[in-house]
């Protein structure tokens, strides 16, 4: 169906039809309802062409990946943000620009968005505790908004993110109330925001309950399979050894989980493990009953409501910065159990 043909059945203007799908104000809000109605019921969706003519916008949000971290795109967390993501552009009738390119090249491809206009607004990935990335496009005064945040940021700007803070506080206290006093934490990259917070979180427990946070049980890395094995592996072989991990990516706890089997070990009753997993839509954990003791958050929806707030911003440019922080939730599953009584 096209717009002719849904003027027709409304028994509207075309012009009208178009403003009451575009959301201009002249438009009367029952208008505005009856013509959305007839257009979901007959799966009408706007031209993108001739909705950016209407609106004087581009109608697509941009994503730049640099070239260091382009992996990221086959990782399942990325590929569910981008799915939640794609739902909110394609409702609101935006398209999603990718753009990889080189690490020192970032700077030259922000620009030269905003000089196009190719774009309405930037979703930036993956932010550092200082991030310029930030202050440069509130310098270009391009419209973005943030999934996560940037510590030591203290200008307002827009961004989404789990309380990764708490949720490994919660998570940590959990091991503790089981008996574990030998925690090791398997942590991403620290120079990122989301890193660094985890950290805090789980030093934070332990110091409540007056143990000290041991450096040699404290680890940041690259979260890939390989690293969560390796860590296990070298931190079995301590004196004392962990009874326990928290792990920062179910890709990580993946690793954990094969050295601990490789070892003899059975997780859940000789070695504990949390893993944050994401609740990714293609890396489930588990069945009905967790393989993994989780701290759950979907990114999928991250995603989905990270994009309809940049939107918000892009359609009200005269609007405050908006945040929301998510929470995550601890599920239990067959992964932890009370600490072991080592001899």
Sequence with gaps: MNLKELSA???????????????????????????????????????????????????????????????????????????GAGESYSQAGYDMVLSLVADEDQSRAYHEMFAKRNVDGIVLHAPKMQDSRITML???????????????????????????????????????????????????????????????????????????PDPALMFAGEMTEVYGYDTVRRTQSLETPPTAYLVSSIIAAFGVRRAIEELGLVMGRDVSVITHDDDLSYLRNGAEVPVFTSTRSS????????????????????????????????????????????T
């Design 9 to 83: 059945l409304l028994g509207l203007s075309q012009t009208t039809v178009s403003r009451a799908l575009n959301g201009y104000p002249e438009v009367s809000e029952a208008t505005r309802r009856r013509v959305m109605q007839v257009a979901d019921e007959h799966n009408y969706r706007p031209n993108t062409r001739a909705k950016a003519l209407a609106t004087g916008r581009a109608m697509a949000i941009g994503h730049v990946i640099p070239l260091s971290t382009q992996h990221e795109m086959m990782n399942p967390i990325f590929g569910d943000f981008i799915a």
């Design 138 to 212: 509130q310098e270009i005064g391009l419209p973005f908004a943030v999934h996560g945040r940037a510590t030591d940021i203290t200008t307002p700007y827009s961004w989404l993110d789990v309380n990764n803070t708490s949720a490994f506080r919660r998570a940590t206290d959990f091991l503790l109330d089981l008996g574990h006093r030998h925690i090791c934490l398997v942590n991403g990259q620290e120079s990122m925001d989301f890193a660094f917070r985890r950290r805090e979180g789980y030093a934070a427990a332990l110091q409540a309950r007056d143990i000290a």
């Design 299 to 342: 990114v999928r929806v991250a995603g989905r409501r990270l994009a309809k707030l940049l939107i918000s911003q892009i359609e009200e440019p005269c609007a405050s910065p908006l945040t929301e922080l998510l929470e995550a939730e601890l599920t239990v599953g067959r992964s932890t159990g009370p600490a072991p009584h080592r």
